[in-house]
């Protein structure tokens, strides 16, 4: 879709057929290609939407994908991708990280991976994530707690916890992808069929 009330109107939509099955929710857009988590493997997948083709391909070293277990708490996906100001991030847990939440920056031309950082939280305790500003924040699993907020932010280039506790409401009670537009400088959610969009004060 072209523009919000396109998709609200399901207007004028235009298709893609992608070379190979995908998996999850966690895709993004960036810079006029669609980036994507290829099924039953660690490939991540550049679709460039203006020549229809795969422009670049790479492998997440040790991502886990056949785990029973899924990235989150809820079971859709074991890759999230992010976007932010630095470029493409990769969210995901691998065998080697006892559970905890791995994220990977990728080259946005290439996929070559320039930097990875194992953080100290526990996939299963977040509800989603996304990252802005280099940060990485997790909303509370909905399972742990009635009330959810985004509890949990991790500085990917220093490496440290940030104290964090930002209220974060969920109207219908299902988020199941939760992405940051950093031209527009909002998140955008998909929650139980719903398209929702929050704002942010930096």
Request: aromatic share 14%; proline share 4%; glycine share 6%.
């Amino acid at each position: 879709y072209k523009t919000l009330d396109d998709v609200k109107w399901r207007r004028d939509p235009t298709s893609y057929e992608l070379p190979n099955y995908y998996e999850g929710t966690g895709h993004v857009v960036y810079n006029g290609s669609l980036f994507y988590h290829a099924a039953g493997s660690r490939t991540i997948v550049k679709y460039d939407l203006a020549s229809r083709k795969v422009s670049a391909t790479t492998n997440i070293p040790k991502l886990g994908y056949r785990s029973p277990k899924y990235l989150y708490k809820y079971d859709y996906s074991y890759v999230d991708l992010a976007v932010d100001e630095h470029g493409v991030w990769v969210i995901y847990a691998s065998p080697e990280s006892d559970g905890n939440i791995v994220v990977a920056l990728l080259d946005a031309k290439t996929l070559r991976v320039v930097r990875t950082v194992m953080t100290n939280h526990m996939k299963n305790s977040a509800g989603e994530a996304f990252v802005t500003c280099g940060v990485l924040y997790a909303t509370r699993s909905p399972y742990e707690s009635d009330t959810n907020k985004i509890d949990y932010a991790y500085d990917l280039f220093t490496e440290k916890e940030l104290d964090v506790g930002v209220p974060f409401q969920t109207a219908h009670g299902m988020l199941v992808m939760l992405s940051y537009n950093p031209r527009e400088q909002v998140l955008y959610g998909w929650d139980k069929g719903y398209l929702v969009r929050y704002s942010l004060n930096f």
